[in-house]
């Protein structure tokens, strides 16, 4: 079923009266990324999967965000929707939403951490986030888009899955590069949540065997200072592990829900 809740593109899909757990893409992708995972979960779980604001067919509004707005948001999706002991699953940007909402919001009871950080970005990582800002604005999002899929995904995926990976560039591409932009600004300005993990319930922490945005070292770091928590890699994947490994990465998911 598909809502729109203060601008936001909300599906959700399963019994309301099940456990819910919501979905958070990573950048620049938007709610489809994790399609497969909801229809093998809604059986058994409320699944609900949104458009970042500015992502997808959310609106863009200002398109100045921050880690704290997208919280925000996701805060009045819990409220809209009366949700309670809320599992949350974030990928990569959608982990950095995640981490922020673990420090602020009681109602999220459990988390799933898909190819994500509780590290800030230092001044290389900035100064190259205000880079692409500029040529976004200068060439569009092609040729920022090229660059970002060849270090997101693995080459063999690249070359064996070329339509699919042609068909989710086309679907970005319509996006509005405001939003876009407006998602680098968030990235840029995100605070650093190390602090929270020893306090972070329940977790799952899911890394990709190849992944080059987010290295597994460091999903495994952070998985040895959360005391409760598993530590799964997902092999022969790159950053994007739910697109190129989607039955071993809801393996990992269900077998981690299984003992909640
Ligand atoms: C993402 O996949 O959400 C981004 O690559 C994360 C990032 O650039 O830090």
């Known amino acids: ?63 100045q965000y921050t880690m704290e707005s997208y919280v925000d948001d996701l805060e009045t999706i819990i ?4 949700l309670q002991q809320v599992i ?39 100064l190259k986030r205000a880079k692409a800002i500029k040529s976004i604005e200068k060439e569009g999002v092609a040729p920022f888009l090229d660059t970002f899929f060849s270090a997101a995904f693995t080459k063999h995926y ?6 699919t990976v042609a068909k989710l560039k086309t679907k970005i591409l319509s996006f509005d590069r405001v939003g876009i932009k407006g998602g680098l600004l968030a990235m840029i300005s995100r605070t650093d949540t190390a602090q929270s993990l020893q306090a972070l319930p329940q977790s799952l922490l899911i890394s990709a065997g190849e992944d080059k945005i987010i290295p597994p070292q ?17 092999p022969n994947s790159g950053h994007v592990s739910m697109l190129e490994k989607p039955q071993e990465f809801i393996e990992a998911i269900q077998s981690f829900l299984h003992k909640l």
């Open 1 to 63: 079923m598909q809502k729109t809740i203060d601008g936001l593109e909300v599906y959700t899909a399963g019994n309301t009266n099940s456990r819910p757990i919501i979905f958070i893409h990573g950048f620049p992708f938007d709610h489809s990324i994790w399609n497969e995972a909801v229809a093998q979960l809604q059986n058994d779980y409320y699944c609900i999967s949104y458009d970042i604001r500015g992502f997808g067919r959310s609106k863009t509004a200002h398109g």
């Open 218 to 234: 460091e999903m495994k770091d952070m998985a040895a200072k959360i005391p409760n928590s598993q530590y799964v890699v997902i």
């Open 88 to 126: 949350l699953c974030g990928f990569s940007m959608g982990g950095y939403i995640a981490l922020r909402a673990s420090e602020r919001l009681q109602t999220c009871k459990a988390f799933i951490l898909a190819n994500t950080t509780t590290s800030a970005d230092d001044n290389t990582a900035k």
């Open 79 to 82: 409220t809209q929707l009366q």
């Open 158 to 163: 690249l070359q064996e899955d070329e339509q």
